[in-house]
């Protein structure tokens, strides 16, 4: 076993103290609003920080969680999640696939259109004048296609493929598969961490997500959970009509219940993540040697 120097030794320790420090600077804005969304209203407006609540109350999380419409906004949340991903990564990686392909025709007039995309955009009121015309509003269609390919993501999956060796694609072909066998039994087992990094990201994207539900779902029995808790914290401040929501309203404290709502945002995500993260961790610079 090489020993390492004094001078390393040294060097090692000033890392992981830096390293510790920069966790530590991120984990305290998350703890801190973890207690906030137990402490009362009176504690959070006399503690400029705390990461313990003196008195731990549940008002926030009551109101958060006792409405009727939140179990069926959450499970919407999920099948936007999970169904808005697998369209995603259907469509990215059918798309990249082809485009890494050198002998396909329109190839490079394609990818100037796809980088044109990352430049210049319809904006708000042309995308959504193009969703009412096909007649997606008030459906979940509407909040899934219109993001259905990533341009970057794309650009990096391509990437990604262009990297696998030709020997192993033209070995399908002479075995009898097609382009679509080739991309099935092929280029995607080979692509696992590629396919679990963009996964994560679309998820994230999707669960995050409010704006396109609020501006394509009128229907308030659509709403996904982000929508739904963005309703609850306008509620809580007062900034919106009660006589309009299907919600039983008394008032919480105003802090905590931002914070109980970013804590159910966020902890889905988080459960999922240690599931992948092997995966994602590998993936996440894949595709980003090659241009």
């Known amino acids: 076993m090489r020993r390492s120097s004094l001078g390393g030794k ?12 920069v966790a530590l600077g991120m984990m305290l804005p998350i703890m801190y609003i973890v207690a906030g969304s137990f402490a009362s209203e009176i504690e959070i407006g006399s503690r400029s920080f705390f990461l313990i609540p003196r008195n731990i ?18 499970l919407v949340s999920v099948f936007i999640t999970v169904a808005g991903t697998i369209v995603n ?5 059918t798309f990249a696939y082809g485009l890494s392909r050198r002998n396909m025709l329109g190839r490079n007039v394609m990818m100037n259109m796809i980088i044109f995309t990352m430049v ?23 909040v899934m296609l219109p993001v259905a390919i990533s341009a970057f993501n794309l650009i990096v999956i391509k990437s990604f493929f262009q ?17 679509l066998g080739v991309l099935w039994r092929v280029v995607l087992p080979l692509s696992k961490p590629v396919i679990a990094t963009f996964g994560l990201f679309y998820a994230v994207s999707h669960w995050n997500d409010f704006f396109n539900a609020l501006l394509y779902l009128s229907d308030s029995k659509m709403w996904p959970m982000q929508v739904l808790l963005r309703q609850m914290i306008l509620l809580a401040s007062g900034s919106l009509d009660i006589s309009t929501m299907d919600l039983t309203y008394v008032k919480p404290p105003d802090q905590s219940i931002k914070m ?31 241009g």
């Open 163 to 179: 990297e696998i060796p030709n020997e192993l694609i033209e070995s399908a072909r002479m075995d009898g598969c097609n382009d």
């Open 89 to 93: 990564l259907f469509f990215t990686f």
């Open 120 to 142: 210049f955009s319809g904006g708000i009121i042309p995308t959504y004048l193009v969703v009412k015309n096909i007649g997606l509003l008030n459906s979940y269609w509407a």
């Open 57 to 74: 109350t549940f008002n926030a999380y009551d109101y958060v969680f006792k409405d009727h419409t939140l179990p069926r906004s959450l």
């Open 10 to 21: 040294l060097f090692d320790i000033a890392n992981y103290s830096f390293l510790a420090l």
């Open 260 to 290: 109980a709502v970013v804590v159910v945002g966020t902890l889905p995500i988080l459960v999922v993540y240690p599931f992948i993260q092997k995966h994602f961790a590998k993936g996440v610079l894949l595709g980003a040697v090659k």
